[in-house]
C-alpha cells in the first residue's frame, strides 16, 4: 500500500551514539517505501554513505510532509517548535529516557511505522500555548511551549514574587520557587514532579503548578485553555529571575515584566499508530500496572 506521505524528514538527537543503529534501520525501511527522505545533519553523521545531502532542522519544514523525530522527549520539543506554525505531523521514535512523546521503541519500530506507512494510524492534535514576554510593553520574545512556561529565580534557590491574574482578573500574590504554566501534555513533565495532576493529552486544559509555594494553601489549578493568563515578576523582587519554556531558558525577568500566556491557533500535530493509548503508556512509564 502507498503512503500518503510522500517527502519524511528524519532528525535525531545530537552527539548520542545509542540512535545510530536505530536511525540506521529507520532508513531503511524507509528507503524501502519508495518516499524522497530529507536528512539532518546529525542523520548524516550516521549514514555509511557520503552522497546523502541534508537539510538545516529549522529550514527542513519546506520540503517534507512528516517529519521522525529519533531521541528523547526533548529533541521532539526542539523540532517542534519549527514544524508547529506549518502543520507538520511528527513521530516520535524513543531514543531517550521515559518519552512521553517520542513512545515509539526501537523494537516495535519496524511494526509501528509499517502501520502508519499503510494508513492505520491517527492524528492526535495536542494543545499549544503561546508565551509573550514584555518589559515597559515591549516585546521580548515569543515563542511556543508545548509542555510547559517556568518563572523562577536566575541564580541559587530563592523564593520570588509573582502576581498572577486569569482573563484580567486577579488570581493571587505568589511567594514561592517558582510557577509552571503547563499544557496537558506537560502535565507528566515538569508539573507532575511538582505535584500538579496527570491531564489527559486532548483535554482543553491549563494547569498552574506552584513550586515549593511559602504559603501551603497554594496548590495547583486548572483553567479552561482558552483563558488568558497573565504572570508578573512582582516589583518587590530584588533578584532577577528567568522565564524558561519546555525547559529551555528564553529570557531573563526583571521587577514589572510580564508573561501572557494564550492557546495557540496551531496545535501540536502527532502521528500515532492505532494501535496506541495514553492509558497504556502511564501504566508503563509510571509502572501502574505492578502490584504494590
Known sequence: MTTQFKTIGIIAKHNDPQVIDTVRALYTLLAARNVKLVI??????????????????????????????????????????????????????????????????????QQDLTQILDGEYFEEKRAVLTATIRRDQQLLTQRYAINDIVAHALTGVRIIDLETNINGE??????????????????????????????????????????????????????????????????????????????????????????TIEKSAKPLILIQPNSYSFFNVLRKKLNWSQQP
Not at 210 to 222: G, W
Open 40 to 109: 539532518d545533519e546529525n542523520v548524516l553523521a550516521c549514514m555509511p554513505q557520503d552522497t546523502l545531502s541534508c537539510v538545516d532542522v529549522q529550514d527542513m519544514h519546506t520540503e517534507i510532509d512528516l517529519a521522525i523525530v529519533v531521541g528523547g522527549d526533548g529533541t521532539l520539543l526542539a523540532v517542534a517548535q519549527s514544524m508547529i506554525s506549518h502543520d507538520i505531523p511528527i513521530i516520535g521514535i524513543n531514543r531517550g529516557r521515559l518519552g512521553f512523546l517520542t513512545d515509539i521503541l526501537p523494537e516495535n519500530m
Open 170 to 259: 486577579f488570581l493571587n500574590a505568589l511567594r514561592a520557587d517558582g510557577l509552571i504554566v503547563s499544557t496537558p501534555t506537560g502535565s507528566t513533565a515538569y508539573a507532575l514532579s511538582g505535584g500538579g495532576p496527570i491531564v489527559h493529552p486532548t483535554a482543553q486544559n491549563t494547569i498552574l503548578v506552584p513550586i515549593c509555594p511559602h504559603t501551603l494553601s497554594n496548590r495547583p489549578i486548572v483553567v479552561d485553555n482558552s483563558s488568558q493568563i497573565e504572570i508578573i515578576y512582582s516589583a518587590t523582587n530584588t533578584l532577577k529571575g528567568v522565564a524558561a519554556i519546555d525547559g529551555q531558558i528564553v529570557s531573563e525577568l526583571e521587577p514589572n515584566d510580564s508573561i
